[in-house]
């Protein structure tokens, strides 16, 4: 649940693209990193050994708790690389799929590249039960509910689909 909603939807929404034939301007990739919880030690390797890459990234999503009923997108970065997110949310508004939450940082998985510069998106939703589950015996994939599933994965695959074929990156 923990860790395996959000990395169920970072996979399958690159599955779901492919299978529908779609493809992008720029590269999506997913990218599963470990122990968070003890230093940041996989992202912070990552960001070692791809630091002169990052410019080429136009933003890094983090899901890391739970895939709970999806509303949206939190989201750091600059007010113009907001406003852009904001406007790619308005076409999942029909869905409900469209709340947007402005911070300085989201998700800590990510803030290592935010730090240099990449704007962070995260997963907006309704996880008032995630520390019900989180880090003990029942933190398993069975407790997600798969039609909350599916909402993340909507909001997930239809919003990097469309950051990926924007005609420039996201303003930095």
């Not at 790619?88 to 590249?113: C, H, Q």
């Not at 994939?141 to 990926?164: P, Q």
């Amino acid at each position: 649940m923990d860790d395996a909603g959000g990395t169920q939807i970072s996979v399958e929404a690159l599955y779901l693209l492919k299978r529908l034939g779609l493809t992008t301007r720029r590269t999506l990739q997913a990218i599963l990193w470990t122990s968070e919880e003890v230093g940041l030690v996989g992202v912070a390797d990552y960001v070692k050994r791809h630091d002169s890459e990052l410019g080429n990234f136009s933003a890094v999503f983090e899901s890391d708790s739970g895939a709970f009923y999806a509303t949206g997108l939190d989201f750091a970065g600059t007010e113009e690389a907001g406003c852009i997110v904001y406007e790619i949310l308005k076409l999942l508004a029909p869905w409900g799929l469209n709340e947007y939450e402005k911070f300085n940082r989201v998700s800590s998985d990510i803030t290592m590249l935010q730090d240099k510069g990449v704007p962070g998106v995260s997963l907006r939703h309704n996880n008032d039960n995630y520390f019900w589950y989180h880090h003990t015996e029942a933190d398993v994939l069975t407790v997600l509910d798969t039609d909350e599933l599916d909402r993340c994965l909507a909001v997930w695959a239809a919003s990097s689909y469309v950051l990926a074929n924007l005609q420039d990156p996201l303003p930095r």
